[in-house]
């Protein structure tokens, strides 16, 4: 059996990308010995002022997992890679999302040196908010990998201009059904969220960032309370500094009596509740790789509305899984809703969803991931 090293974020730590690496470490023990080492120091507290951990819930916990890199700490970094030499593994396996991680990367890589593949899950190329050298900082490690994985043709393409020769893998982001802990029916999460029966239901879902569009889904509910009686919205997702902005958006479209706003990160097993009482997750992205998000919701079995923006529309098939729109367009995005529920799309797209599953699968991952290192072996 094959060993790899996988390394990522992993529970305790917040966030998507958490709750992948879990996923992915539990699908490649069906095939290989997997070690999973983690950080003990992700971002230095000056750089991520929040709280970083989360332990309300450990349901992507990981027993075995390992925290032993601290990503600020180069002596640290060439300690741990001659731990993960010494393990001899077949392919050391690394999460890349944002340049941050290139000085850590680039020693860990460095001091692995070239007999031991190395491969990278790209979850984006270039990060959601693009700064000075980070082209440069992501040129510099990307380029001494093996192999990748990446979840769309932008982030393929994004690969190419900065390793034209990249052996990589094409491979949808894989559902996160792990949340679907009690399977609520629609109605029993709709009566613990003390939600009317018979509303229109939507949900906007995640960390709130400028680049997430929320203010043009805001402005289409002025055109669907028009159109659309019992029309919701729930905003689920921790804000920056900005919240008060949004709030004063909703005040300035007269649609405060039909959004609802929970700011704060969700813990795990509160996700959901949100996602089985809606009938509608939206996205309405001004720019993406892909997101965690259309997977989540996929979990669940929704549908969901993402604009024409990075990877989204390779993982929703518009007028089948959703609809793709066009972005920073409300009235577009008033338009999907209103013809998903006229038109009674709900129960096929439904159908749609469930017959993708392969295709969303962390074993389909899996098989891409032992395509590439036999590739490269």
Known sequence: MKKIVLIGPVYPYKGGIAHYTSLLY??????????????????PKFLFKKEQRDYRNDMFKVESAQFLINTANPLNLISVAHRIKKLKPDLV?????????????????T?????????FVCHNVFPHERFPMDKLLTKLVLK???????????DGEDLHTIKPDAQYRQNPHPTYNAFKIRNLTKEQARQELSRNPDEKLLLFFGFVRDYKGLRHLIQAMPILKQNLEGIRLMIVGAFGQDQEDYLKL?????????????????????????????????????????????????????????????????VVTDKKTGYVVAPQKPDKIADAIIKFYRDGME??????????AYRFSWERLTEKVEELLEVSL
């Not at 001091?111 to 491969?119: D, P, T």
């Not at 001494?144 to 932008?154: E, G, T, Y």
């Not at 992205?285 to 989204?312: C, H, M, R, W």
């Open 347 to 356: 129960s096929e797209f439904v159908a749609n969803v469930r017959k993708e």
């Open 93 to 109: 396996l690394m999460q890349w999302w944002h340049p941050y991680f290139a000085p850590c990367y680039w020693i860990l890589e």
């Open 26 to 43: 539990r699908a490649l023990t069906k095939k290989f010995d997997v070690e999973l080492i983690s950080y003990k120091m992700q971002y």
């Open 111 to 119: 001091v692995l040196g070239k007999k031991i593949k190395k491969m």
């Open 250 to 314: 909703i005040e300035q479209c007269g649609v405060q009596d039909c959004i609802e706003v929970i700011d704060g990160y969700t813990p795990d097993n509160e996700v959901e509740k949100y996602f089985a009482a809606c009938d509608l997750v939206v996205l309405p992205y001004e720019s993406a790789t892909q997101s965690g998000i259309v997977q989540i919701a996929y979990g669940f079995d929704k549908p969901v509305i993402v604009t024409n923006v990075g990877g989204l529309p390779d």
């Open 144 to 154: 001494k990998a093996d192999s990748f994985i990446v979840h769309s043709k932008s």
